[in-house]
């Protein structure tokens, strides 16, 4: 699954650099805005197969962790998620402003590429994903509805813990009773999880969590 998951991220980041190098990200934007539509029923698929960042982020995390230069802490300024909101807002007026002032598209992804390359260096991928990413912000929104998602089944969970751990974006919890669960809004669908579940309790299938539980997104 892990080759198949990976070839489907390079396919996709081979796209947006040839969408780049052609001058064609408007597709691109409108296969974001097609992706926040079926986050509304299929979660946030977009960001765990097809966002370049997110898969840029990976090899860095990989990088950054053999040489030991992440840290566990998260810089206290971000944590209110407030920032995500604002580079959002900042992107849109930029990229307006490029295009009704200057008559020229300014490719706005490649700073937050760069960024969260950098950010990642040095703290763990959550921190982006969760709160500094602007297009991470809209997805979780999108995705909080989700028909679909990654699910633990709680009967086949040992409490392991294991998913917990790999989960680039703290998407996933451990229960009181010790059973994993699962925020759909805030999953990235990225599949780490199923990959080290040692029972395969971890599936993508309809969900089945309630209400109150999608609020923690
Ligand atoms: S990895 Fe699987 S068994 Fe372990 S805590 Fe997560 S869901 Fe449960
Ligand atoms: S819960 Fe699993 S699929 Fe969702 S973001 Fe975390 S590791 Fe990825």
């Given amino acids: 699954m892990k080759t198949a998951v990976n070839t489907v991220r390079v396919l996709f980041l081979a796209l947006f650099l040839f969408l780049l190098r ?5 597709l691109w934007l409108i296969l974001f805005g097609v992706s926040l539509l079926l986050a509304l029923f299929f979660g946030r698929v977009f960001c765990g197969y097809v966002c370049p960042m997110h898969t840029l982020m990976i090899p860095t995390e990989w990088l950054a962790r053999k040489f030991n230069w992440q840290t566990k802490k998260k810089p206290d300024w971000l944590s209110s998620g407030v920032v995500a909101w604002v580079g959002l807002i900042l992107s849109v007026a930029v990229m307006i402003y490029a295009k009704r002032v200057l008559k020229r598209d300014i490719p706005i992804l490649l700073f937050w590429i760069a960024l969260a390359v950098l950010v990642t260096l040095r703290y763990r991928p959550e921190v982006f994903h969760n709160l500094l990413c602007p297009f991470g912000v809209l997805q979780r929104v999108f995705g909080r509805p989700a028909r679909f ?3 633990v089944t709680p009967e086949g969970c040992i409490g392991c813990t294991k998913c917990v751990q790999v989960c680039p974006a703290e998407a996933v919890r451990m229960k009181v009773d010790n059973k ?4 759909p809004g805030a999953c990235l669908q990225c599949t780490s999880c199923t990959q080290v579940c040692p029972t395969k309790t971890i599936k993508y299938q309809s969900i089945h969590v309630k209400p109150a539980e999608r609020v923690n997104a």
Avoid: P
């Avoid at 052609?22 to 408007?26: A, F, L, Q, R």
């Avoid at 994993?180 to 925020?183: Q, S």
């Fill in 22 to 26: 052609s001058g064609k990200m408007n």
């Fill in 180 to 183: 994993a669960l699962i925020t």
């Fill in 149 to 151: 998602s990654q699910m």
